[in-house]
């Protein structure tokens, strides 16, 4: 099982949305919401080298924010990495 990590805000619509596309294939996530939490969104712009919510991680590898996420699926490379 994948291990998936996706750092969020709670009033981002595009975290939601990467969220639901994530749990519409049953997948399994650590949540770490940066609201407030400098530290927190430090250790994401360090891994991700963005600023910007959603970023994704999957087995450690980067995958972006939400656009890249739909857009690995679309290409079908989201289930093998699941």
Known sequence: MAKIV???????????????????????????AIDGDAQKREVMIERSGRTTVPQIFINGQHIGGCDDLHALDARGGLDSLL
Request: glycine share 4%; proline share 4%; with cysteine.
């Open 6 to 32: 996706i750092f969020t805000k709670a009033t981002c619509p595009y975290c939601h949305r990467a969220k639901a596309l994530l749990n519409s294939k049953g997948a399994a996530f650590d949540e770490i």
